[in-house]
């Protein structure tokens, strides 16, 4: 089963409101998360490391202000895409990696496709 | 910080014949490199990864190379077969190693078996 938990999986919304991702690691507790952003045929574009308890850290480009992390458990990340545009439509899927015991390996979500009309 | 270079960006092959992907990576701390297998729409799976303290590591048909001095690493499928065919991406670790530190991508290789 799923490692990593992502939803919802499909979200359409209209430009200017904010949609809200989910991220919930069911295996084990993650004190931190990546947040990432994948347009067609591209690679996967760090945004953001979540961290428990405290503020992400986010990647040189990315508005912090506009794209909001809260990470309050041990087990969910939640991205929060603000007053959202059309060219913030995208892929964007959480990762959470594994404790040393477990490889580090790291798990990704199911994505989100975000598109804003 | 740490940049992921990964070369051919598409690559076809005949079913059968073998694959080979190769990346490269900056930072020399690293000592982490997964790779892992995308499908359209779907989330990336890993599919190997190697440590800093082997040179090679093998499962079934895939295997994967690790240079340290060169900073590169490879991936190589054997065998192909069209199920093969989807997107691949290779990593390296960055800070704070061994800890599940922030994994960096390569640019991805669009792998097309042909029947």
């Known amino acids: 089963g799923a490692v990593v938990s992502q939803h919802p999986s499909r979200v359409i919304c209209k430009s200017g409101t904010s949609v809200k991702i989910e991220c919930r690691s069911l295996?084990?507790?993650?004190?931190?998360m990546f947040w990432y952003r994948q347009f067609p045929k591209q690679s996967l574009m760090l945004m953001a490391t979540?961290?428990?308890?405290?503020?992400?850290?986010?990647e040189q480009g990315v508005e912090k202000d506009k794209f909001l992390i809260n990470h309050a458990s041990l087990t969910l990340s939640t991205l929060t895409v603000t007053s959202a545009h059309p060219e913030d439509s995208s892929f964007y899927i959480c990762?959470?990696?594994?404790?040393?015991?477990?490889?580090?390996?790291?798990?990704f979500g199911q994505g989100t496709r975000l598109t804003v009309v | 910080g740490e940049n992921v270079e990964q070369h051919p960006s598409t690559l076809s092959v005949q079913e059968g014949d073998s694959a080979v992907i190769k990346c490269t990576y900056s930072?020399?701390?690293?000592?982490?490199f997964p790779w892992y297998k995308q499908e359209l729409g779907k989330r990336p799976q890993l599919i190997i990864d190697?440590?800093?303290?082997?040179g090679e590591k093998k499962d079934q048909r895939i295997a994967v190379t690790l240079n340290k001095t060169a900073k590169h690493f490879s991936l190589h499928i054997t065998e192909t077969q069209p199920e093969d065919s989807a997107v691949y991406f290779c990593?390296?670790?960055?800070?704070?190693?061994?800890?599940?530190?922030?994994?960096?991508f390569g640019q991805g290789t669009e792998l097309s078996v042909k029947p």
């Open positions: 990593a390296a670790d960055s800070p704070p190693y061994n800890q599940g530190g922030k994994l960096i």
């Open positions: 295996d084990f507790q993650a004190t931190t």
């Open positions: 190697i440590r800093s303290n082997v």
């Open positions: 990762s959470a990696r594994a404790p040393l015991s477990r490889n580090t390996e790291a798990f």
């Open positions: 979540s961290n428990e308890g405290s503020k992400a850290t986010y």
């Open positions: 930072d020399s701390a690293s000592n982490y």
